[in-house]
């Protein structure tokens, strides 16, 4: 079985991870959706409540498994026996950061590719943060994320945020 990894901060999931996901799925027999720690990120949500959310927004896929790990992303892979790391690429900006994740995650794990599928043209632009700027100046998210965790986003806002460095 072909198993490939989504892995990300997820803080919160996008349309844009949603496509990758989906994508990913059309490749391969299952699809593991990852919550990783980005030490260099501090988020909105804990990991727990992203895994929630990321599990409400896949639960119709059976072939997607949403989890968490605290370690790092090449020996969960190992441990699980994935084929692949399937990340989006937008633009040119994400390359050089997504080199380095790729080359240093193949030097810890040589049997693991890292895949990178162009993002659609819809999602060029968007990211979490993006999605968490505008919502934090009222702006409208609808287009950006599921709607099914569009007021989990804003009722975080309104209870004032308190940011998490897991
Ligand atoms: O969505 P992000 O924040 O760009 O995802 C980055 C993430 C979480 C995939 C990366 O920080 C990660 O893999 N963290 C786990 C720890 C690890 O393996 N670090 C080395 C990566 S080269």
Do not use: W
């Not at 496509?19 to 909105?44: E, G, Q, Y």
């Not at 990321?54 to 370690?71: A, Q, W, Y």
């Not at 968007?126 to 934090?136: F, Y």
Request: negative net charge.
């Amino acid at each position: 079985m072909k198993i490939a990894i989504c892995p990300g901060s997820f803080d919160p999931v996008t349309l844009g991870h949603l496509d990758i996901i989906n994508r990913s799925r059309k490749v391969f027999d299952k699809t593991i959706v990852a919550v990783l720690v980005n030490p260099d990120k501090h988020t909105m949500f804990t990991v727990d409540e992203r895994i929630t959310l990321l599990k409400r927004c896949t639960k119709d896929m059976d072939d997607v498994e949403v989890v968490g790990f605290d370690g790092l992303l090449a020996e969960y892979a190992r441990e699980r026996g994935v084929t692949a790391i399937v990340k989006g690429l937008r633009a040119l900006s994400d390359f050089e950061y997504e080199f380095q994740q790729a080359l240093t995650n193949k030097k810890l794990n040589p049997n693991l590719e890292t895949m990178f599928l162009t993002t659609s043209a819809e999602n060029m632009f968007l990211s979490s943060s993006i999605v968490k700027q505008i919502a934090r100046f009222g702006g409208d998210i609808s287009n950006f994320v599921p709607e099914c965790i569009l007021e989990d986003i804003i009722d975080r806002i309104n209870a004032g945020e308190e940011l998490h460095n897991e």
